[in-house]
């Protein structure tokens, strides 16, 4: 199979499901919102999640990219065996440990994250919840890692479906947001056991390697501040709006961030089918010029998708929301940016795993999470939410910019100067968005579109060539 064609199946295969997942979840929100109209309750909910990511971040270690990078090591059956097993149980007394952390002193996680110590429910419910997802991501990855793509697409689907329904369901009894969060446990618990049956050969408590631990731990770890820097740029927005507001503008705040998940779907569907690409192409004589082009290409497609996407921002919310919930189109376009220079993050960064420097990820991303609190101090308090999303995408744009640096210098990474030019003017298209300098605005949004079709007409011109061969 060619690498471009593992790529592309890779690419739409598993990213099918992530965007499935975040389909229906959109699609469910405007029923969700008019059946709780008061924006705090969907905030509490909002920080139930955020709590999962937090606590999964601790319990998984790293250890799942690093079964990853290891499973590939070798093609002998019985390593990769004694690679997921031991992955597994790390997993498994971890998550166990950090659940019950969280629920014993959950009134002071309680008021950290909450800013009160009556919302002990969910800190417990949560902690609950990272057991969950953490031990189901593990359990789920012999799927991914044997690339069995149909299972993985209609298991999650069906997952995301039967969450929204049940959770639905229980919302309209009378539960209110705690229905959605006894839906999402309930979700989580089937799709961890339905995986543990497909997978469950996969797994041996017997085959437990010291030293495949000593290996899935040295190149997991390093990645852990790393998913926890990713957890503070998806999260300590809300912490700081929750105690330098009211939880009331979390809710609008993560509304705006749900319906921005719609760049995700872009996002999604790279995270899906990257790593398997990634490391399958690992020894390439060109994987440098491959991964440089594939960082350009997902640049230009996520600046397109931004610009596309500007004149529809207040029709959007109107369409879908009522009340307060509308506000949400304020910080909307630049939380819509930030997950897909995410994705130019781990593009560039990935180059860190294959020389084994993983250490060099978290690095450059606290630079940028650095970046992101210091200005939601100032923004928050100067412009509300919308200076806060802002924050959010600048520090994003800073670790995009290190990691960049850090892979170039590295000789890992070799981007063309025609990108670097429409990098410069996107950073002039967010300003003026974000000061209303509407005519300037248009001047940039036209010259950068020109800047692309210039740079770019050959590598368009050959994807028509082919189209028009294989007709």
């Known amino acids: 199979m060619s690498r471009k064609k593992l790529f592309i199946e890779n690419f739409l295969a598993y990213g099918l499901i992530n965007i499935m997942n975040k389909i229906v979840p959109l699609l469910m929100l405007p029923i969700v919102t008019r059946m709780l ?22 319990a998984v270690l790293g250890v799942y990219d690093a079964i990853f990078r290891e499973y590939f090591e070798r093609d002998d059956l019985q390593y990769k065996m004694k690679v997921t097993s031991t992955g597994m149980q790390i997993v498994l007394l971890s998550s166990f440990v950090v659940m019950l952390i969280l629920i014993i002193f959950n009134k002071a996680f309680s008021q950290i994250f909450l800013g009160d110590t009556n919302s002990t429910f969910i800190i417990v419910t949560a902690a609950i919840g990272v057991f969950l997802s953490a031990n189901r991501n593990i359990i789920s990855a012999p799927t991914r890692m044997q690339n069995r793509r149909t299972i993985y697409v209609v298991s999650g689907l069906s997952n995301s479906i039967a969450y929204y329904g049940l959770a639905i369901l229980l919302v309209y009894i009378g539960l209110g947001y705690q229905g959605l969060i006894y839906g999402n446990l309930i979700a989580s618990l089937g799709i961890l056991l339905f995986f543990w049956i497909l997978n469950k050969k996969e797994f041996h408590f017997k085959l437990y390697d010291k030293e495949i631990a000593k290996t899935l731990l040295k190149i997991g770890l390093p990645l852990l501040p790393v998913f926890i820097i990713y957890w503070a740029f998806n999260s300590t927005d809300k912490i700081m709006i929750t105690h330098m507001l009211d939880v009331a503008q979390v809710g609008i705040y993560s509304i705006g961030a749900r319906v921005a998940s719609i760049s995700q779907f872009i996002y999604q569907a790279f995270a899906g089918g990257w790593q398997y690409f990634a490391f ?58 930030s997950p897909l220079l995410l994705m130019l993050v781990q593009t560039a960064g990935n180059q860190f795993l294959v020389i084994k420097k993983s250490y060099w990820s978290p690095i450059c991303l606290s630079v940028g999470v ?29 670790s995009v910019l290190m990691v960049v640096i850090v892979t170039s210098k590295m000789k890992l990474l070799k981007l063309s100067n025609a990108f670097k030019i429409i990098s410069i003017l996107m950073v002039g298209v967010v300003l003026c968005l974000f000061f209303k300098l509407h005519l300037i605005l248009c001047v940039l949004v036209c010259v950068c579109v020109l800047a692309i079709a210039l740079g770019y007409w050959r590598d368009v011109k050959k994807v028509l060539v082919n189209l028009k061969r294989k007709k």
């Open 37 to 58: 109209p008061n924006t705090s309750d969907f905030g509490r909910f909002d920080l139930f999640n955020m709590i999962i990511n937090f606590g999964s971040s601790f």
């Open 280 to 337: 399958t192409t690992m020894r390439d004589d060109d994987q440098v010029q491959l991964t440089s082009k594939i960082f350009e290409y997902l640049g230009i497609i996520s600046f397109l998708a931004f610009i596309i996407l500007i004149p529809f921002n207040q029709w959007i919310f109107n369409l879908l929301f009522t009340g307060d919930y509308t506000k949400g189109a304020e910080v909307f376009p630049y939380l819509f940016l």
């Open 370 to 398: 650095v970046v992101n609190i210091i200005m939601n101090f100032f923004m928050i308090r100067a412009y509300g939410i919308i200076g806060c999303s802002l924050s959010t995408l600048t520090g994003y744009a800073v």
